[in-house]
């Protein structure tokens, strides 16, 4: 699936850093700034305006088209603003404890968003290499908390770096001691046929409602593609 600086080509992840632009950058930091103030703890981003924008402009496309070709499909969509230090030990966000076929081993990805950036005091993103295909459970990787392995790899940019992960890759966020605000967002996007992974419940009924709710025909034509009905 793509490198991160000049590495290796993997079917793992892409980081790219300072990708987003700074304007949205700042509209992202203004909508989970929001959502903070007005639904605390809240992580669903849809229908949030600010977010939905993001993908009806189609600004991810270059990002997700490459690893999961024209047809994919819009998932989910979550974020938040973190501002005590939280870690989160390791894990994957696969649902199944069955691996992809040959076929499907990117059926699943997550664009991760950090439009304040990635740093040592914030909580940087650090990726277990070589985990995607394992046989575990998600909770599976849980066991080793926060613990870093020489061959992890700790991921920092400034302000609108993004990571595409596959969705079985295995990731953590260390705490921070000294408690700095720290802002992500995933969006999570699946290629067409993607049994495996069934939209969520509380996207239901919301996958239908999105291409009605922009003005332009051109930007609710592009998401009735992307949230077309997932497999069940």
Known sequence: MGTHGGGTATREYVVAPDWLPPRWCDRL????????TTEPGRKRLMPHPPFLRLLAEGVLD???????????????????????GEGKVWHHDYDSDQPWDGRSDTAMV??????????????????RPDTHTARVPRHH?????FEVAPDDLT??????TVAVVNSATWHMRPP??????????????VGPGAAARPERDEYHDL???LPTMVADPAEAARL?????????
């Open 207 to 209: 996958l239908a409602a």
């Open 155 to 160: 991921v920092v940019g400034g302000p609108g």
């Open 29 to 36: 930091r203004a909508g989970l700034d929001d959502l903070a």
């Open 62 to 84: 270059p990002l997700v088209r490459p690893v999961l070709g024209d047809t994919y499909l819009f998932h989910h969509a979550n974020g938040m603003r973190l501002t005590r």
């Open 224 to 232: 009735s593609a992307l949230c077309r009905r997932h497999a069940s």
């Open 110 to 127: 997550h664009v991760m968003i950090y439009p304040a950036g990635l740093t040592a005091d914030n909580g940087p993103l650090v990726l």
């Open 141 to 145: 990787p849980n066991q080793h908390g």
């Open 176 to 189: 921070s001691p000294h408690g700095t605000v720290r802002y992500y967002l995933n969006y999570s996007f």
